[in-house]
């Protein structure tokens, strides 16, 4: 048995489900096996299937269980919690919201380790990096993650074997490699050093996601418990209610850094009240939402600024005018919730832009009393003319 038929060691599930049913020709399966427990509980392909799943792809296609155990997500990231990872629709149904569509596992692709498949002669296969939640990025190529192909903009895909050279993954509409289908004529070397802040706070989040310390010289006491709760809300409040003195439009509009998407028109995002807009992002909303993150949660302004731009004040003051101010006060009364650093920074911010408002109020005031006096000025004028 040659590596190829078992999964690879970083190989999503349905990836290999999908690469075997190509090699036996057989249609694979549309919507690889979900199952909700009466628990309420999702079971999945990719995260966790029923053991009795495992046992017919492993008689079927010929390989031993333990090697697909080997590779579901609860088996590689067993803490990693469901909202950490990336959805197709929202993970968390209730009983009544039965008839909306079943979640499974979305992914985007790195075009360079396809590439790198391809010249190694390997099977191109999908790996279980890209389905976190916490990846904008290719960790290993510091490359940002696609889920389109570059030339017609299309999503589906399929393997493909030629006669020779090994299985490729194609775009299904306009049958163009996608090793070869990411939009690459973009100078990255002025754009790159942006990405870098995504990359290390994705980083982070995954070693929290993962039970393990955040950095605390960037995120001084903070436990990754804190660590997650702070992204979830933070995204909760960029995307709740809809301001339509702005058009309708979401919070995280106001987090606009082109260079993290240079090849796509800038990203405008409407869409309001998304239950879990980390999980359920497709990649690129997913590193405006990282930036976002970044920028909020790192105290060195510098993130922001290489982020967002040098005329830039502090996101975390950008955060604190976008965000409901009766939500926000919520989430700051819950004890422990937030690391007692973030709540710190939250207080300092309210208070410089109280004084700001102070200051702001005592100049218009003053400007109202000079123009007051102008006009008089001028009547007087010209009532002795
Ligand atoms: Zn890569
Ligand atoms: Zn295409």
């Known amino acids: 048995m040659t590596a190829h038929l078992e999964p690879f060691a970083d190989e999503l599930l349905t ?9 036996q020709r057989v249609r ?21 299937p029923e053991p009795e799943w495992l046992e017919s792809w492993a008689r079927q296609y010929k390989v031993p269980i333990e090697a697909l155990n080997a590779v579901t997500i609860a088996h590689r990231f067993p803490t990693v919690p469901i909202d950490f990872l990336s959805w197709n629709t929202d993970p968390f149904q209730s009983v009544r919201e039965s ?52 030339l017609c903009g299309s999503s589906q895909w399929t393997f493909f074997a030629s006669t020779r050279g090994p299985l490729r993954l194609m775009c299904q509409d306009c049958w163009r490699p996608l090793e070869r289908a990411s939009p690459l004529n973009v100078t990255v070397a002025k754009i ?14 995954q070693w929290a996601a993962e039970g393990k310390m955040p950095d ?26 809809p301001n339509w003195l702005q058009g309708g439009h979401a919070e995280i509009n106001r987090f606009d850094c082109p260079d993290l998407n240079p090849w796509h028109k800038p990203y405008h995002c409407i869409v309001n009240r998304i239950p ?24 060195r302004n510098e993130v922001t600024q290489e982020l967002f731009g040098h005329d830039r004040g502090p996101a975390i003051n950008t955060f604190i005018v976008a965000a409901d101010k009766r939500k926000l006060d919520a989430y700051l009364a819950m004890p422990g919730r937030w690391s007692p650093s973030f709540c710190q920074r939250i207080a300092t911010s309210r208070a410089r832009q109280r004084q700001d408002d102070m200051i702001m109020r005592g ?4 400007v109202r009393r000079l ?10 004028a010209a009532y002795s003319a």
């Open 363 to 366: 100049k218009d005031r003053v």
């Open 276 to 299: 879990h807009p980390l999980a359920t992002a497709r990649p690129v909303l997913r590193r405006a939402l990282l930036a976002a993150l970044a920028a909020i949660l790192d105290p």
């Open 28 to 48: 694979p399966e549309p919507n690889p096996r979900i199952a909700r427990k009466r628990n309420g509980k999702w079971r999945t392909t990719d995260v966790l």
């Open 99 to 150: 008839y909306r569509p079943r979640p499974r596992i979305e992914f985007g692709w790195c075009s360079k380790c396809l590439a790198q498949d391809y010249a190694s002669a390997s099977p191109a296969y999908f790996r279980q990096d890209w389905a976190l939640a916490t990846r904008g990025f290719c960790e290993k190529h510091d490359w940002p993650l696609v889920d389109y192909c570059g």
């Open 371 to 380: 123009e007051k006096r102008i006009r008089a000025y001028q009547a007087i």
């Open 192 to 205: 790159q050093h942006s990405w870098k802040h995504v990359i290390a706070f994705g980083r982070e989040l």
């Open 216 to 241: 605390q010289f960037r995120f001084n006491n903070t436990s990754a418990k804190q660590l997650l709760a702070e992204v979830r809300d933070i995204c909760q409040l960029l995307f709740s209610e």
């Open 15 to 23: 990836s290999w489900i999908a690469r075997r049913a190509h090699g």
